[in-house]
């Protein structure tokens, strides 16, 4: 079983910042990336960045300049960290990640959402 264990979130003020932090555990081979998601109300869900094995990151054009994702140097763990946010980053933030469990069995995991709700 491989976990996903979200933390971080809660209320800021725009223009404030917040970090999100997720970590993998239990039985992983591999993990080839890891990312953030959210879902705010009534949408989709929409990619917010990710950072893969090799260290490409890609963020969604709404976020660029403002959050930055990062892993530790385990690979296991990945940080979010929103800057100069504003009333339409509030949503559920969602980690997710690309694991192997075998060298041949791999699946798309996500965490238990965590909510970031931008508001004065």
């Known amino acids: 079983q491989v976990q996903l264990v979200e933390s971080g979130g809660g209320l800021v003020q725009p223009g404030g910042s917040l970090g999100l932090s997720c970590k993998a555990s239990?039985?992983?081979?591999?993990?080839?990336?890891m990312g953030w998601y959210r879902q705010a109300p009534e949408n989709e869900r929409e990619l917010v960045a990710t950072?893969?094995?090799?260290?490409?990151?890609n963020y969604a054009d709404s976020v660029k300049g403002r959050f930055t994702i990062s892993r530790d140097n385990l690979g296991n763990a990945v940080h979010l960290q929103m800057n100069s946010l504003k009333p339409e980053d509030t949503a559920v933030y969602f980690c997710?990640?690309?694991?192997?469990?075998?060298?041949?069995?791999?699946?798309?995991?996500w965490g238990q959402g965590t909510q970031v709700t931008v508001s004065s």
């Open positions: 950072i893969n094995r090799g260290g490409s990151i």
């Open positions: 997710s990640a690309y694991i192997y469990t075998s060298n041949t069995e791999w699946d798309n995991y």
């Open positions: 239990g039985n992983i081979f591999a993990i080839i990336a």
